[in-house]
């Protein structure tokens, strides 16, 4: 999962501990020899055949994931570069499966333990010899081995009495062997140097633009080789290469809350990116929004029709509908707190309506193109090794497949090849190229708004609410914060409400539209999915990284400030615009430093 790192590795990362040194990466060579993976493939099958504890099950399977990962990034502010570097690493993961097909460790949490689930990571040498990565393997073998006993017992223990507990379903599916160890191609990674020219071009448009409290923009550009090995027979290798650039500035309105805004592409390489010439456009028109928003009037509770525009529409099917396209059941001893942020509100409704009927959806990482772009959430094999397919998740509001890992569900028996990995537990099914359109006939936006508009007086309402863009903590989260700040923001959080709107309008019947602030949308059930009343005719596409951090918790973790987020799933959508006839708006929390004791000078 490029740059799908485990969360071991994502914070010595972090903290500085993965030593950059001269390697085969840093020259875009890999230093994975077939003489290695050799050696990898004998400790899988030793350990298939030696492992064992007296008295407890032999490991029925085992799986090795070699990942080497690339990365430049550069960061600029006003004009100057902040930050440069790169960074290579590698890492080995083992997983170890105890029981059978029917019955095994997987799909259970054990209580304060959610991290023993019979994985096991370790860091490699870049410069790491045949010797060593077997080494390590047969280390990271026996701790995965050993964790997935605990899990083991521990699920046994609990469904003893209660079997109504699980699903009536296998563990684990059985799925063909993927074999594709051939060649695989990717353009070169653009050098720091280009990148920081780059950034501090157009970061320099912030320069004398004396509302904006603090600006950055930054690069990225990695390149992620995974070789996967399994005790079924799969030999797999595949690479990933994307390049990202992240425009984000903040101001600070009358009443003293601080206001971001930001703008992120990702694609393949630079050529996927817009121009420096359009970046430097829409830094400015950045720049002017942020302007206005000081003085933007702050909307109250609101209840009546939204309609999604551009970012918006993608960021909603982001926030409140990606979770529930995948039909991996709920883990058995998952928290209820977490249960809702986990999904699965579909997983009992296939062949019903789920949506409006002016809706097809689908997911399709086989595919490297959406409406003319290049998507980063394609691949060859999933995180368990299995091919990708299309699935044709919803068509004409019926819902006929949800994507699917290994962990069958009662209804849907065999892997789609949507297995993902995004940090410790279950692999779980995940969209990644996911697809909406209207069933039939699209409107244009102008048809959109106009309806908007009578749906509002139907309402008795003054005016209509339009979102083109909501926040990314992994982006906005402020620097200027304190610690006691941060943890007051990070309570505030509603975590089951997508984040605040952080470019809204409110349009009036007569067409004109005031920009507003303060914009938080109550939970936006799967319920509300059936209340699409239009779908747009033109798409927006966008790539991210999808990731299970929490932005702000990360920061006061000291996560390093200012680089492109790098580390999540690589997602894409592509969704029209998106009118819902009736959503709950309310007064997003806000972010405010403490204010000083002296007045202003």
Do not use: C
Not at 29 to 36: F, K, L, T
Not at 40 to 45: C, Q
Not at 457 to 483: H, P
């Amino acid at each position: 999962m490029a740059f799908r790192r485990t969360h071991f590795a994502r914070y010595l990362a972090l903290f500085g501990l993965l030593v950059v040194t001269p390697s085969a990466l840093a020259k875009g060579r890999a230093s994975v020899s077939p003489e290695m993976l050799d050696q990898l493939s004998s400790e899988l099958d030793r350990g298939m055949k030696d492992l064992a504890l007296p008295g407890e099950p032999r490991p029925y399977f085992v799986a090795f994931k070699l990942t080497e990962v690339d990365v430049n990034d550069v960061a600029a502010s006003l004009g100057s570069a902040t930050a440069a570097r790169n960074r290579n690493f590698m890492s080995l993961d083992a997983h170890v499966r105890v029981g059978d097909y029917t019955f095994d460790n997987s799909n259970y949490v054990i209580p304060q333990q959610e991290n023993r689930d019979g994985h096991a990571t370790i860091a490699l040498a870049l410069e790491a010899t045949p010797r060593t990565a077997r080494r390590a393997a047969w280390l990271a073998t026996d701790a995965a081995y050993k964790e997935a006993l605990q899990q083991f017992t521990a699920k046994k223990v609990t469904l003893d009495g209660r079997p109504g507990m699980a699903e009536n379903a296998p563990s684990y599916t059985r799925e063909p062997p993927t074999v594709m160890m051939d060649k695989v191609d990717v353009p070169a990674m653009e050098p720091v140097d280009e990148l920081k020219k780059m950034a501090e071009t157009v970061s320099a448009v912030f320069r004398g633009q004396a509302h904006v409290r603090e600006s950055r923009v930054a690069y990225t550009s990695f390149i992620e080789r995974r070789w996967y090995l399994n005790s079924e027979g799969t030999r797999a290798h595949d690479i990933r290469r994307v390049s990202g650039v992240v425009i984000v500035a903040t101001t600070q309105a009358e009443d003293g809350e601080i206001l971001s805004l930001y703008a992120t592409h990702y694609g393949r390489t630079k050529a996927d990116l817009p121009s420096v010439s359009a970046l430097q456009k829409e830094a400015r028109t950045l720049s002017a929004q942020l302007a206005a928003l000081r003085t933007a009037p702050v909307i109250g509770n609101y209840t009546g029709p939204v309609l999604f525009e551009d970012a918006g529409a993608v960021g909603i099917v982001r926030e409140s509908l990606t979770k529930h396209l995948a039909g991996t059941p709920v883990p058995i001893g998952m928290p209820g707190s977490q249960v809702d942020l986990f999904g699965g509100a579909f997983n009992s409704r296939v062949g019903q309506r789920v949506t409006s009927t002016g809706l097809d959806i689908y997911d399709d990482p086989s595919t490297s193109k959406g409406a003319g772009k290049h998507l980063i959430g394609g691949y060859r094999f999933d995180d368990e090794g299995v091919k990708p397919r299309r699935t044709n998740i919803v068509k004409n509001g019926k819902l006929t497949e949800l994507v699917m890992s290994r962990t069958p569900s009662a209804a849907l028996k065999k892997s789609t090849g949507n297995a993902r990995r995004p940090g410790p537990g279950l692999y779980i099914g995940s969209t990644t190229n996911l697809f909406l359109k209207a069933s039939k006939r699209g409107e244009s936006r102008k048809a959109l708004r106009k309806k908007l508009g009578k749906l509002a007086r139907d309402q008795g309402l003054d005016y209509g609410l339009v979102i083109k863009r909501l926040d990314d903590v992994m982006v906005t989260a402020n620097g200027e914060m304190g610690g006691f700040e941060l943890v007051a923001s990070l309570q505030a959080v509603d975590r089951t409400a997508p984040p605040p709107a952080v470019l809204a309008y409110r349009v009036f019947p007569n067409g004109k539209e005031e920009l507003v602030r303060g914009v938080q949308l109550k939970q936006v059930t799967p319920r509300a999915w059936r209340d699409v009343v239009g779908v747009g005719n033109k798409p927006t596409v966008l790539n991210y990284l999808a990731t299970d951090d929490e932005g702000t918790q990360l920061r006061l973790q000291g996560g390093q400030e200012g680089f492109v987020p790098s580390g999540g799933v690589e997602s894409a959508i592509v969704t029209p615009d998106l009118l819902f006839e009736e959503l709950d708006v309310t007064r997003a929390p806000g972010t405010r430093p403490a204010t000083p004791a002296v007045p202003k000078p």
